[in-house]
């Protein structure tokens, strides 16, 4: 019945798995499988199917599946409006659920920029919808201007975080890395199950504070210190809070081994099934089988009140996490990466006025600074690790040949991460010098 209707442009396969080491099986899921499992497969990459083991289901899901296009195409004003939800039925309907979405401004879809925009799109497609424009008129309504290089930009219904536009290296692994940490809240109030499973499942560690009810009179003021130290690691960790007395975090708790007449706050780094290094962003995203937390690190914050902690103490707990991580080999973000051609480089935000002005100002020394603070903690990372490495063969000099392998990786790994950071620092300075008007 498919392959009638759907005029044989659905195929069924079936995948007999006899061995958990199944290379074929690692190539599409990291971590467990639950069997059985229905993948779909779009332009070569993995999706999860979210119907019912039913026939008419399948049918149904398939049938809508082959008939929608993996980067959906902007073609008029209004239905762009429609796409970011920013037309006049989302303001009538505020309630609704308005999930995020990426949008890719490109002056043609014949540059090296678009292919590595599409090869995202195709690994994130179970994640979250994208768009793409290359009218210059409806380029000039939400740029300022028809634009002459690629400009991707993820919009929320987040007021603190409206619109966000990627300055980050045109590399697949990179980009859809910066989708999917930042498709989500800086920090999250994980208050039901389906915000908890949403997090876990994003790719990234899960920086986790449970507290007492007894918190909450000054978790506005908390807050501003956790999202001050979740700006500067938001591509490598996620952050969100729970009250560990209120539903329904009083079950997970149990799983997390804290026991219910536990004082005090809880601080903790978790995971669902992957490494502390976070997922392996060069292959597509699949949902986790279940809800499942791993502990990466924990502390117990005892009688700590909430007007005790402070972005130091958050920062401190955070990077001793992130320099043991540094030690495992992350996956390679930079693979495919591609340059923007310098004549396509132009500003397309007309300059604001008055304290329009002002504000943009300050957003500019805040993005720069988190940008030097970035490149500052890779760097001190990675000459501690090399540090670490000498030291440790420091009473036996004759086992550093052995341990040349591993220190070279390191240095690698440091190499990649500073190139990184000091492009990014290049294009957020030429971004201030190009909108020169505005401060």
């Known amino acids: 019945q498919l392959r009638v209707q759907a005029k044989n442009a ?13 290379p074929v099986l690692a190539r599409i899921v990291q971590g467990a499988l639950t069997l059985p499992k229905l993948i779909i497969f779009r332009e070569g990459e993995a999706m999860d199917y979210v119907g019912s083991f039913d026939k008419a289901s399948i049918l149904e899901t398939m049938l809508r599946e082959t008939s929608r296009d993996t980067i959906q195409g902007l073609r008029s004003v209004k239905q762009t409006e429609r796409f970011l939800h920013l037309d006049s039925w989302s303001s009538q309907h505020a309630d609704d659920e308005k999930p995020p979405r990426v949008v890719g401004f490109f002056p043609s879809n014949e540059s090296a920029a678009y292919a590595v925009y599409r090869t995202s799109a195709r690994k994130l497609q179970g994640l979250i919808s994208f ?19 690629p400009v991707i930009q993820l919009v929320k219904a987040d007021k603190r975080e409206r619109k966000l536009t990627y300055s980050g290296p045109l590399a697949p692994a990179a980009l859809s890395r910066w989708i999917a940490t930042h498709s989500v809240a800086l920090v999250q109030d994980l208050s039901t199950e389906s915000s908890i499973e949403s997090h876990m499942a994003i790719g990234v560690p899960l920086f986790l504070l449970l507290m007492p ?14 999202r001050s130290v979740a700006a500067r690691v938001r591509e490598k960790l996620l952050f969100g809070y ?9 079950q997970f708790a149990q799983q997390l081994g804290i026991d219910h007449s536990s004082t005090g706050a809880f601080w903790m780094i978790v995971g669902s099934d992957m490494t502390p290094t ?10 986790p089988p279940s809800l499942g937390f791993q502990i990466y690190a924990m502390e117990a914050r005892g009688k700590e009140t909430a007007a005790d902690v402070t972005e130091e103490k958050i920062w401190k707990f955070v990077n001793k996490f992130l320099s043991e991580v540094e030690r495992f080999s992350p996956p390679d973000l930079l693979a495919g990466q591609v340059e923007v051609e310098e004549e396509e480089a132009e500003a397309v935000h007309a300059a604001p006025q008055g304290a329009e002005g002002d504000a943009a100002a300050r957003n500019y020394d805040k993005l720069l600074r988190e940008r030097l603070s970035s490149l500052q903690m890779n ?28 220190i070279t990786s390191t240095v690698s790994n440091m190499e990649l991460r500073l190139k990184k950071d000091l492009l990014d620092l290049k294009r957020q300075l030429t ?7 505005e401060l």
Do not use: M
């Open 379 to 406: 760097f001190n990372s990675g000459i501690a690790n090399v540090k670490k490495a000498l030291d440790d063969v420091q009473d036996s000099p004759q086992q550093l040949r052995g341990r040349i392998p591993s």
């Open 213 to 226: 009810d007894s918190y909450e009179e000054e978790l506005g003021e908390l807050i501003v210190h956790f």
């Open 131 to 149: 768009g793409e424009c290359f009218d210059p008129t409806i380029q000039r309504k939400f740029l300022g201007s028809p634009t002459r290089k």
């Open 242 to 250: 729970g009250f560990k007395d209120t539903e329904p975090w009083p």
């Open 431 to 437: 971004n201030v010098a190009q909108n020169k008007e």
């Open 10 to 22: 659905v195929v069924l396969g079936r995948l007999k798995i006899t061995s958990a080491d199944s």
């Open 278 to 287: 976070g997922r392996d962003w060069s292959t597509a995203w699949l949902r």
